[in-house]
């Protein structure tokens, strides 16, 4: 009988070493709005992760996170960017919500065609609730249908399965600094 996987508390400065950087890799986090995506990406980056994310497109854009206008232009320099780091064979960690199979998919191939054997899925597990509360309380609050539709998709019909890459769970821990990963 195989082992069921236990989940592990971990420092989040662990998570690039767990994820692994010695070949190429792309890594999508995944999770609705307020689920600590930007907030783990930090230690990844640290960990020699290139992090493309369609809000710091926003940023430089429009000088606001928060501004959802122009979405096809922002999602064609997301995925120009991509594109480039791909060919320079670099670690890449997609922070966007990433909780649509397709498009994730989509992205997933064009690793693949350009040589890429490691891609990873850190699936955010944090509560509904707790991401209402996190979103209510930051200064980008976004509309709390799209938490609840996105969470909702994340865990439903569109959840990743091991047939996109190597899948890893990720929920809160005691305090920001740990998760519980199960991996
Ligand atoms: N482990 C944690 N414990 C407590 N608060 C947290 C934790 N992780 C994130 N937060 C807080 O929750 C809020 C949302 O976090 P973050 O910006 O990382 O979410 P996100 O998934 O990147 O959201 P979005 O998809 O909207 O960019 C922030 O205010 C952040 O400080
Ligand atoms: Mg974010």
Redesign the pocket.
Known sequence: MSKAVQSKLMHVDELSALIGNSVPTVVFLV?P???????ISEPLVKGGFKRLSM?AIRGELFGDEGNVSQGAQVKAILVERYEEALKRKECILL?N?NCQKKPREALILKAREAGYESIALVV?LTPLKTCLK?NK??S?V?PEDMVRLFHAQMVGKEKPTESEGRIIEAR?GPD?QHLFVKA
Do not use: E, Y
């Not at 709005?33 to 907030?39: C, I, N, V």
């Open positions: 999770g709005p307020a689920s600590g995506k930007s907030t809000d922070d919500t955010m996190r309380k930051r980008r976004v809160p920001a």
